[in-house]
């Protein structure tokens, strides 16, 4: 027989798992990845992003989104010892800072001409198309003219760039950085989803020269993926991409190594990727889908951040602003030693029976310097996405500009 109390307690239990499955029922239909009904199936190679958006119209209006990031100022109003450092470099000429990635194909084609010495190797990170391209082409793609391919391309960055067309999984697309993985040993069919949300963007946010002879686009990671392994690794091949005029400093050039900067920071190994916070889960109706806006975490705090950070919005802002504020202030004190230095090598080249030997030092220190400063001006983020690994390099800089600087003045007064 069921007394009173135990009639209670089996009502009250019964009513818990109806509101608790109520519960669950309601936060997976509202957190969920959006699933749209097929409308058909995507060609193996479809480059064009309106025809993915057929498919996945939510996705696709916010790819459209990155057509408002339109500005891109030059970075020497900011930084003008950028345009001392680069001398004698396609950058000296021209180097702006970059904008919504749907203008890939519009930026390329307007850029100094002096920026195309490198040929066809120039497009390969500005259109879907180019994967088709250089299968084709093999490796004579790096051979052909800059125009040789920009004339065959129509599509920016877009969907084909990343994902699987008939499976929507992701999918690495460029060979660079294939290539790159597979010299480290690893099986690239093998990562994760969440390695993935980072090494899709690797594919083109991360450092990279043209092998000379070959023009061949390599990534310098056989020694490790921060800036002083890749330092040594250039070093050992003696590697020099241009000479400076003033200075007479054979030169490094660092590109833009996002991923290669974030490795090592807090967010990445507490486990995050880079789509963790440049393409963060926003809710459309009563879905969520991962944005295709790519853009600073900044212009999406409260979805990038507000999801693991309770500190509020205000903190978080001030938090990144401080970073930022820090970082620019050493590279600015980084970027005059670099400048000094340049100027000291270049009055010791003009004063007779200068001690080669140690203006030869002086111009190694400087080799170094300016790497180092330049390894973290090209990243993305002003710090944000490593401040250790950022501060540290910007120490480094003074530190080898300052040397640069007494080795020069030493080699004119011997």
Not at 143 to 170: G, S, V, W, Y
Not at 310 to 317: K, T, Y
Not at 353 to 362: C, F, H, M, R, T
Request: glycine residues 8%; aromatic residues 10%; hydrophobic residues 35%.
């Amino acid at each position: 027989m069921v007394t009173r109390p135990h009639k209670v307690v089996i009502l009250s239990v019964v009513v818990v798992m109806i509101v608790l499955g109520a519960g669950i029922y309601f936060f997976s239909a509202h957190n969920q990845d959006l699933q749209e009904p097929p409308l058909g199936e995507i060609a193996a190679g479809e480059v064009d992003p309106a025809v993915w958006g057929k498919y996945y119209p939510r996705h696709y209006d916010s790819y459209q989104e990155n057509f408002q990031d339109k500005e891109h100022p030059s970075h020497f109003e900011t930084r003008p010892y950028m345009k001392t450092m680069y001398a004698g470099g396609g950058f000296g000429v021209e180097f702006n800072e970059p904008r919504g990635h749907v203008y890939t194909l519009e930026d390329i084609r307007n850029i100094d001409p002096a920026r195309r010495k490198a040929g066809a190797a120039c497009n390969t990170c500005k259109s879907p198309e180019i994967p088709a391209l250089m299968d084709q082409y093999g490796d004579k793609y790096y051979q052909m003219t800059f125009e040789e391919i920009n004339d065959k391309l129509e599509h920016p960055i877009a969907c084909l760039d990343c994902h699987d067309p008939k499976t929507m999984d992701l999918k690495l697309t460029r060979k660079p950085l294939l290539e790159a993985l597979q010299r480290q040993g690893q099986d690239t069919g093998k990562f994760t989803r969440q390695e993935l949300r980072s090494l899709v963007c690797a594919q083109c946010h991360v450092n990279y020269y043209f092998e000379p002879g070959t023009k061949k686009i390599v990534f310098p990671w056989d020694q490790g993926l921060d800036a002083g392994q890749m330092l040594k690794y250039f070093d050992d091949l003696q590697f020099v991409e241009w000479n400076h005029p003033l200075a007479g400093t054979g030169l490094l050039k660092a590109r833009h190594p996002d991923y290669e900067m974030f490795q090592g920071s807090t967010h990445q190994t507490a486990g995050l990727a880079c789509a963790d916070c440049h393409m963060p889960y926003t809710r459309v109706g009563n879905v969520k889908i991962s944005s295709h806006r790519w853009t600073s975490p900044l212009n999406n705090i409260e979805q990038s951040c507000t999801v693991c950070h309770r500190e509020g919005v205000d903190w978080l802002q001030e938090r990144v602003q401080t970073i930022q504020s820090q970082t620019k202030q050493l590279e600015d004190l980084a970027g005059q030693a670099v400048v000094e230095a340049i100027n000291e090598l270049a009055a010791a080249q003009e004063t007779p029976g200068v001690d080669e030997k140690l203006l030869q030092e002086a111009r190694e220190m400087h080799r170094k310097g300016q790497w180092y400063l330049d390894y973290v001006l090209v990243n993305n983020g002003g710090g944000f996405h490593n401040p250790t690994a950022s501060l540290n390099c910007l120490g480094q800089a003074i530190d080898y500009a300052h040397r640069s600087v007494e080795l020069a003045r030493a080699s004119r007064n011997t």
